[in-house]
């Protein structure tokens, strides 16, 4: 079982049991956090797509840590002009354990 989330306007292929590492989200270590942003779910048997989410479906996931991930450079440069501008960004991330993904079927909702 998968399924495809949006979180942080980038989408992700999820399954269960799988470490992530999402935009951050202020959620302190070590506590449980729902994505109710499902963009599409698959059982093995059947591909369910949402019109833009899935109703009814949404993952739940425990908060491992925060962190920043490596550093990008951006380079900015000009010939001829002695225009030079180099800067670097390290983004912030959540790392989420994916614990269950839960339908309908499974809710009992």
Sequence with gaps: ???II???GKQY????GERIKLEKLDVP???DVQIKE???VND???TVIGNPYVE???VSGKVIGHGRHKKVIVFKYKRRKDYKKKIG???HYTELLVEKIYTEAQDGA
């Excluded at 292929?13 to 269960?16: D, F, G, N």
Aim: aromatic share 8%; hydrophobic share 30%; charged share 30%.
């Design 29 to 31: 270590e070590g506590n």
């Design 38 to 40: 499902v963009l599409a």
């Design 56 to 58: 009814g479906v949404y």
């Design 13 to 16: 292929k999820i399954t269960e």
């Design 1 to 3: 079982m998968y399924a």
């Design 44 to 46: 093995g048997a059947k």
């Design 6 to 8: 949006e979180k942080g």
């Design 89 to 91: 960004h390290r983004q």
